[in-house]
């Protein structure tokens, strides 16, 4: 243990009141003057002999006594000062001694200046009694501590089946798609275990110095939520498939389903198709029909100017005449033999042959490969990746690939911007006008009503700015690392990309004027740069 700090006594004798100055002892602190001002202001002694003091303080050595007043007062008791910290964890206490005639502090008053200053939890009676077993003047003692919370956990599900929606099918060596080893959807037995939670744990409080409970951090709940033919155990920790059949994710819930089959062509003979889980249609879709489903569908036949929508993958045996009408959507990936006059969207990859005047939109890579791998005419849009053999034709059709940036992403990005202007030209105004009320009002002496509230009005639209602002700047900051980790995307043509298609890149823009060969299309600052394949 260090030695003692320095520290100082109130002495009053016939003539006056004086200060004893005792130095520290090796290891201890100084004494600071500031310390002994705010001791004499609490004993409410003004007026003192301030360059005494000071001199006694710079030249102490052992011990020294100065004379502050000619002015006797009243004995003073021990005195202790509490201060509770900013988050109140804890209470530090120092103390002075008494005057002589003055009465040391007991434990019981020691707890009661604690509660005098609003410490209600958390005293601890030992430091206590080692201080008085060991009084140190101007010394630090912490006699009250908080019980810090207890951190919780997030619940967590396990799932027991593939989810990820990355997979690609096997490619043959002239690169179309091996349609008969399509195995990417995960199959389940009845009675196999599909999910496992986790239970979330959502820790214990604590309490400060002053009693108020000390929360822990928010964890995230979480249950298993799943769809029909699934049985969960009775403690609500498991799921089993009831079925033979495909298992999916969809938006966190899990779903099982006998794949539903229709035999024949999707027409007036079976109506639009809306099942639960995934369709197999062993005909064609024909123009004017629907199929929908949860999961996954499947079309040996073509597709005509139908509507297809999946929550999982559409896989086209054959592909997709659209006759300008037909729309082909999925949450997950598309995979075709051929896309023509349509408009299909994507929300993982896109895997055809050809594209012929569509418009085509994925959240991840659209490959155009086989033996044909052409896209002629329409608009393909990418948020990752292109690739393809041949962009366009001897005609110049005008053909669109444009990669990186998703447009909600980039028109929301810049309706943000456009906010955050207006909102700091907003905030300015209203900071001006309560400059101009707060300067007049400090040159009336009566001040009216009126003008009070409306400074109340116009601080609390002030502070509302202010929230919206930091709301609509972190999102902002958000979406401007998305759109930053977007500008990676690329356009790959293997074979030629003729004149007349437009590339672009996260809202980067290059016109082909003349016929180019084996390019690959990338990012490079402000522009596009042009690599040899």
Known sequence: MSGKNAYFQLQIKEDGTYLKLFDSEPGGLSLNYDEISNYLIDKKIYEYDKIALGRGIANLKHMTEVKLTSAVILPQDEYMRVVIDEDRMKATCRFYPPTNGGKHLTKEDIIS??????????????KISQYLRDRRYCSDYILANATMPIQGRDAEITYHFSTDLTMKPKTNEDGSVDFHQLDIISHVNKGDLLATLTPVDFGRPGIDVTGKPLKPNKVINRVLRHGNKI????????????????VSLTDGRVFVSDTYEIAA???????????????????????????????????YGVVEGAYIEAGGQIILRRG???????????DSNIITKFIENAEVIAGGYINTD????SKVSAKGDIVVAGKRGFVTGGVIRSGTMISLKTSGSHMGTNTVLEVGIDPRVLDEFRELEMQIANLKAEKERVTQAIATIRKKLQGESNISYTKLETLKQITQASIHLNTQ???ATQKYDVLKLEVEINASGMIKV????????????????????????????????????????
């Open 354 to 357: 050809s594209i012929m005047h």
């Open 113 to 126: 200046e604690l509660v005098k200053a609003g410490v209600k939890y958390g005293v601890a009676e030992m």
């Open 231 to 246: 049985s969960m155990s009775e403690d609500g920790l498991r799921l089993y498939s009831d079925v033979a059949g495909h």
């Open 320 to 330: 997709m005449q659209g006759m300008n009408k037909g729309i082909l959507k999925a």
């Open 494 to 533: 293997q074979d030629t990309v003729y004149p007349g298609t437009k590339i672009i890149i996260s809202n980067v823009i290059y016109y082909v004027r003349d016929a180019l060969q084996h390019t690959k299309f990338i990012r490079d600052r402000a522009d596009i740069k042009l690599v040899p394949l």
């Open 469 to 471: 602002l930091t709301e």
């Open 265 to 299: 062509d999707v027409d007036s003979s079976t109506g639009d198709i809306d099942y639960e889980g995934n369709v197999v249609v062993k005909g064609n879709v024909i123009t004017g029909f629907s199929v929908k489903a949860r999961g996954d569908i499947e079309v």
